[in-house]
């Protein structure tokens, strides 16, 4: 079966929400992502998004953000301003 694109919809109450702190849970049949909110000078924070991912996605994942960081970050290795 081809790939073919796919629509995603993205409510307009979306908005972006930042994340300091990540932790990273493996079991044989899930891979979960919390995602959370730390203040400076504090020792508690705030869960902001769990995910929870297949361990085929969880890799498909994790290759693509390596990929695009690295593309990303040697695109700008010689500016001078980075």
């Not at 796919?6 to 409510?11: C, D």
């Not at 493996?26 to 400076?40: E, M």
């Not at 508690?44 to 991912?53: N, P, R, S």
């Not at 996605?57 to 695009?68: G, W, Y």
């Given at each position: ?21 990540t932790q990273?849970t ?9 995602f ?25 994942f994790?290759?693509a ?18």
């Amino acid at each position: 079966m081809p790939d073919e694109p796919i629509a995603i919809t993205i409510p307009q109450d979306t908005s972006p929400t930042f994340s300091n702190a990540t932790q990273v849970t493996v079991s044989d049949d899930s891979v979960v992502l919390q995602f959370a909110y730390v203040r400076p000078d504090r020792t508690t924070g705030q869960l902001i998004a769990e995910i929870v991912l297949s361990p085929k996605h969880a890799i498909d994942f994790s290759r693509a953000l390596d990929a695009t960081i690295k593309q990303h970050f040697t695109r700008h290795l010689n500016d001078p301003e980075f």
